[in-house]
């Protein structure tokens, strides 16, 4: 028998190994590329653990129990993101080994899904990525926002004495309580104008009020949060004439620029304005001496999702000043304005717009 014939190996056996050979080279690849994605942001071994459980489910081995494991809850995005990098690597290569061995880690990474199904953090997780995410997100907005507004109203009265002599230490706590129940109240309404749209006014039709009236309710609810912070807070006087348009999107908008104002400004001044530019348009500024916006932010500070240090690499996350920033320029821009942003590092900034309001 000669050397050939002794180093003969049948076709198909060196197809099955080299097929087995890649398979962890894919697998491996695509998990370095979550492992870039996430860069520091999850679990330090948790990419490897739920990469190790795709290789067993390939190779038809049991699958690990990821009870109690802190996995489970960044389970659901990490297996989103190699399956993702799986398909890339799959079209790139073009082949048909490449297919079938992408198909093995799909079907694996399904297997580790229906398993992680059993854990009920896994789950909630799923359910908060799902179809249903944004009505169970504005369900839990809407169930929060009615105790929240209770909480206001109560912190409110008992703060102004209503309710017997308050200490000038139990009015420095009241305040503290009550800005932030009003940050949390601010910050579920948001998300359900978020979810209802953003961008459409209350009525389609303007409607007569007292321009006045706005910026007493401004200065009312705005007023403890500024207090609490050592803020002298300024509504410029406005004549009380009669204007057509939509009170309740100016007051929206209005409210969330002033208590931004004060979140980000630690000593000064909050300013608000209202100045007549002829008898049908006004013209409206919030200004503060707060610590002003970077340069690098200016451009993307209107964005609802934006990525922020310490976020997930590439993944989008909610910032509260990103979106009732973005609900207000819709709203303007609704009532046929355009929100604008004069502002410079660590030297305050002014929020400006300009309003047709026919004055009757």
């Known amino acids: 028998m000669s050397s050939r014939e ?59 129990s990821f009870a109690a494991s802190p996995h489970t809850a960044v389970a659901r ?64 907005a809407h169930d929060m926002r009615s105790p929240l507004g209770s909480i206001l109203f109560l912190v409110d009265r008992v703060r102004l004495g209503q309710s017997g002599e308050v200490s000038e230490a139990q009015a420095r706590q009241l305040g503290l309580a009550y800005s932030a129940a009003f940050g949390l109240s601010a910050l579920t309404a948001d998300v359900m104008e978020l979810a209802r749209g953003s961008g459409r006014l209350m009525g389609p039709a303007p ?52 208590t931004n104002a004060c979140k980000y400004t630690e000593r000064g001044t909050v300013t608000v304005e209202a100045r007549p530019l002829d008898s049908s348009s006004v013209a409206f500024s919030v200004r503060d001496t707060g610590r002003g916006v970077p340069p690098e932010v200016v451009s993307r500070l209107f964005d609802t999702f934006r990525p922020r240090g310490g976020s997930l690499a590439g993944e989008q996350l909610f910032s509260s000043a990103g979106l009732g920033l973005t609900i207000c320029r819709k709203l303007v821009a609704a009532m046929g304005g355009e929100l604008k942003l004069d502002a410079r590092d660590h030297s305050g900034s002014q929020f400006s717009f300009a309003l047709s309001l026919s004055a009757l």
């Open 6 to 64: 002794l180093n003969y190996v049948e076709p198909a056996a060196v197809a099955e190994r080299a097929a087995h050979e890649r398979s962890p080279g894919m697998l491996e690849l695509a998990g370095r590329a979550v492992e870039q994605l996430f860069a520091g942001e999850l679990p330090g071994d948790a990419i490897n653990a739920l990469c190790n459980a795709v290789a067993s489910a390939r190779d038809g081995a049991s699958l690990p």
């Open 207 to 258: 409607v007569a009020f007292v321009l006045a009236d706005v910026f007493q309710k401004v200065h009312d609810i705005v007023r403890p949060v500024a207090e609490e912070k050592g803020l002298l807070l300024h509504i410029a006087p406005v004549a009380r004439d009669v204007r057509l348009g939509h009170p309740a999107a100016l007051t929206r908008v209005l409210l969330n620029l002033t």
């Open 77 to 140: 995005p990490v297996l989103d993101a190699l399956r993702r990098r799986i398909l890339i690597a799959a079209s790139s290569a073009g082949d048909r080994e490449a297919y079938a061995e992408s198909h093995a880690l799909l079907v694996a990474i399904e297997k580790v899904h229906d398993h992680l199904c059993g854990d009920d953090l896994y789950r909630v997780v799923d359910q908060l990525g799902g179809a249903k995410a944004l009505e169970l997100l504005v369900e839990v």
